[in-house]
């Protein structure tokens, strides 16, 4: 849906066994330290009074049947409700997180989120965001000298995009030159996810 390509069955695979996208480089390299940052986050809008955030492509291929809920907590923090329904079992879990606005200027939309796994933080830059549409975020780790581990998340305020919302995204990402061949879709169907 996102990205038909011929490479997609290949990619999907592949992604399968390294869940996250590991690339040649450095989270400091001039095309990455100067993606571009949405400014005047209104967290707010953001957390859209509860209403839910779906990932729908990613670097990822581990939040099939995920939704996110962030609730504010204060002018620069959110909670954050973790619901995802787990295909191979069906059973579904619920986790909650933190979110903090971490720029001191109240502008740059720039969040620290506790990984609803491990509790470790990971900053995302949201290099685009239309609140009522769609997000996406981006994390990068270096993984050595070398190598470097990004992460990619498309939301939607629907658990899918229309042609045009796909069109304006990948325009966007291309603008800021980050691939979106490795992505992969996630499974949002309703009656697959439905609990
Ligand atoms: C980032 O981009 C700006 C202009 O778009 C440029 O002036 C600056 O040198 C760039 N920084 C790096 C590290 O490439
Ligand atoms: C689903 O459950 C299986 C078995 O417990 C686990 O190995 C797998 O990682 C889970 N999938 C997700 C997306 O959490
Ligand atoms: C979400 O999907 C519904 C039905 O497919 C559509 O009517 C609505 O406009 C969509 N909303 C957004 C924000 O794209």
């Known amino acids: 849906m996102f990205n038909l390509r ?5 990619i999907t695979l592949i992604s399968f066994s390294y869940s996250q996208y590991t690339s040649r480089g450095q989270c400091e ?4 330290i100067n993606l571009s940052v949405a400014q005047w986050f209104n967290l707010r809008r953001f957390a859209g009074n509860g209403a839910p955030w779906y990932p729908i492509a990613s670097y990822s291929s581990n939040l099939d049947c995920l939704s996110l809920y962030f609730t504010e907590t204060s002018t620069n923090t959110m909670n954050v409700v973790y619901t995802q329904k787990n295909l191979t079992t ?5 986790r909650e997180g933190k979110a903090t606005w971490v720029r001191p200027d109240y502008r740059e939309a720039i969040i620290s989120v506790n990984h609803p796994y491990d509790g470790k933080p990971l900053v995302y830059r949201m290099v685009l965001i239309v609140y009522d549409e769609f997000t996406a975020h981006y994390s990068c780790v270096n993984l050595d000298k070398q190598n470097r581990q ?3 998340h498309l939301m939607s305020r629907n658990r899918t995009l ?3 919302q796909q069109r304006r995204v990948r325009a966007s990402l291309e603008r800021q030159h980050l691939p979106h061949g ?3 879709n996630v499974v ?3 009656t697959i996810c439905s609990i």
């Open 6 to 10: 011929l490479a997609f069955v290949f």
């Open 29 to 32: 390299d001039r095309d990455r």
């Open 90 to 94: 069906g059973v579904v879990s619920r």
């Open 150 to 152: 990004e992460f990619l």
């Open 162 to 164: 229309t042609s045009d």
């Open 182 to 184: 490795p992505m992969v």
């Open 188 to 190: 949002q169907d309703p």
